[in-house]
Nanobody, 120 residues
Framework: QVQHVESGGGLVQAGGSLRLSCAAS????????TGWFRQAPGKEREFVAA????????AYARSVKGRFTISRDHAKSSVYLQMNSLKPEDTAVYYC?????????????WGQGTQVTVSP
């Protein structure tokens, strides 16, 4: 069973940047697409970004397109989310998960997530 551990969250001012990391265990990491999702207080979890198994295709939610960049490093079994020009509405717990359908169909195997807080 593949597990994902998210890290890199924190408190940042509006306009700032953060880089989130998603470390995967298991030997099948390079064979599946991975997505980032987020859940703000009182809201449902929503899709943020996705990357296919070899990094050749990506997808973004309209709200983050042009500000966030998803990437992956097979050597480190990791997926990253570079977040620039952060806004207070980006405040949420961010999760990564393997995808069963492109681009936002995640397997329901959520980890602890990493908290991102953007102050005005």
């Amino acid at each position: 069973q593949v597990q994902h551990v998210e890290s890199g969250g924190g408190l940042v001012q509006a306009g700032g940047s953060l880089r989130l990391s998603c470390a995967a265990s298991g030997r099948t990491f390079s064979t599946y697409a991975t997505g980032w999702f987020r859940q703000a207080p009182g809201k449902e979890r929503e899709f943020v970004a996705a990357i296919n198994y070899n990094g050749g295709d990506t997808a973004y939610a309209r709200s983050v397109k042009g500000r966030f960049t998803i990437s992956r490093d097979h050597a480190k079994s990791s997926v990253y989310l570079q977040m620039n020009s952060l806004k207070p509405e980006d405040t949420a717990v961010y999760y990564c998960a393997p995808l069963q359908s492109w681009p936002d169909g995640a397997f329901a195997s959520w980890g602890q997530g990493t908290q991102v807080t953007v102050s005005p």
